[in-house]
Nanobody, 116 residues
Framework: QVQLVESGGGLVQPGGSLRLSCAASGITFNIYAMDWYRQVPGNERELVARRTSGGSTNYADSVKGRFTISRDNAKNTLYLQMNSLKPEDTAVYYC??????????WGQGTQVTVSS
């Protein structure tokens, strides 16, 4: 059974930094990609950053140059380093794993609030 557990969210002032973690269990192979999404109430969930199993990454335009996605294969953990945070980055952040077979798995989400 695949499980994804996010952590690292919280309250931070504008300009600050946070690092989110997503610990994956129940799967170590046949992973196509791992992603970070975010969602604000009333809006659709949006893709923030993607990392494929081959190491390719891409980012939403709104976070390019500020966020970095990475993965520790030994720990089977995905990270999102978020710098220069803005109030508009406030959202619930979700980790998603997509298998090579196209099955998607989601974590429970972690709240990030950027406010002074």
């Amino acid at each position: 059974q695949v499980q994804l557990v996010e952590s690292g969210g919280g309250l931070v002032q504008p300009g600050g930094s946070l690092r989110l973690s997503c610990a994956a269990s129940g799967i170590t192979f046949n992973i196509y990609a791992m992603d970070w999404y975010r969602q604000v109430p009333g809006n659709e969930r949006e893709l923030v950053a993607r990392r494929t199993s081959g190491g390719s990454t891409n980012y939403a335009d709104s976070v390019k140059g500020r966020f970095t996605i990475s993965r520790d294969n030994a720990k089977n953990t995905l990270y999102l380093q978020m710098n220069s945070l803005k109030p508009e980055d406030t959202a619930v952040y979700y980790c998603k794993l997509t298998s090579i077979g196209g099955v998607g798995y989601w974590g429970q989400g972690t709240q990030v609030t950027v406010s002074s």
